[in-house]
C-alpha cells in the first residue's frame, strides 16, 4: 500500500515561509500540497487512520475518483490564488527548478477504451480500475541532452516509449506535466500534475534551495490511436482511451505491484 505515517514529517507545518528565498511567501494552504502529510489535511479521502492511502477503484471507486477529481481541482485553485497572489516579474525572473523524477513507479488508476466497434478496459481481466500495478512510467530517466529538463521512459519495447516535460509554476511544489507518447498518439490533457516534496536536513527541517522530489502525480491520459503492422508496415489504428490515475515513486520491496497498469 501506498502510506506515509502522518507522524513523519510534523508536516514541515513548520515550513517557515520566511525560509524561502527566491520564491514568494506561500499560504498555509498551498504548502499541503507540499507532502503527503499534507495533502491528507487538504484531502481526506487520503487519510486511513492517520496514513497516507491511495484510494483502491477496485473496491471504492467513488472514493477513488473523488480524491482524482478533488485533488485536481484543488491545485488549479491553488494555483489560480498563487498566480493572483504574486508578482508576475518576480515569477517570471525566477531560475527554472523543476521537480525530480523517479525510474520506478506504480500507479492506480480506472480506464476505458474502443475501436469504434468494442468497448472494453486497458487493465488486467478487463476490469475497470487497476490498483497498485506497474506504472507505464517506470524507466523514466532524464534526458542528457536536456540537462534534466526533460525525462524520457526508457524500456525495451520500443526503447524510448514517450517523453515528459515538466513544467514549472507558480507553486514551488508544483508542476504541469506534458507528456507525448513514442508509439500512439499517447497525451496527458490539463489537468495533469506532479507534486513534489522538500529534501529535509539532518534537523528534519525542509532544505527550500534544493530541488524537490516528486512523491505524487494526479493525471489524465488521453490516446487515440494504437500500433499495429499492416503489409509489414507500422500504422496507428483508430483507438480511442480515457484513463485517470495516480501515480507515485517506489523503491525496493515497496515496488512489489498487482500486475500491469495500461501501456501505450
Known sequence: ????????????????????????????????LCSPEGLMRLIPQFNVNGQFTIPNPNTDLQTFLSAQQGLSNAIDMILAQENISQNPSNVGSLPSRPLIFASNWLSSEVGIQTDGTNLNSPESGGKFGGYRVRSFLNGLTPVPLSQGSMYVIKQSNPTYQALVYPMPTSHPCVNRLVLAAGNTTGLWPTPTYALGRYQLDNNGLPMRDKPLMTYLIVNICLDLGTPAVINRQSVLRPNAMIILAFHWPCEGSGCADNGIGHQH
Open 1 to 32: 500500500m501506498f502510506i506515509f505515517s502522518i507522524r513523519t514529517v510534523v508536516l514541515a507545518v513548520a515550513l517557515s515561509a520566511s525560509s524561502l528565498s527566491s520564491a514568494a511567501t506561500l499560504s498555509v494552504q498551498s504548502e499541503l
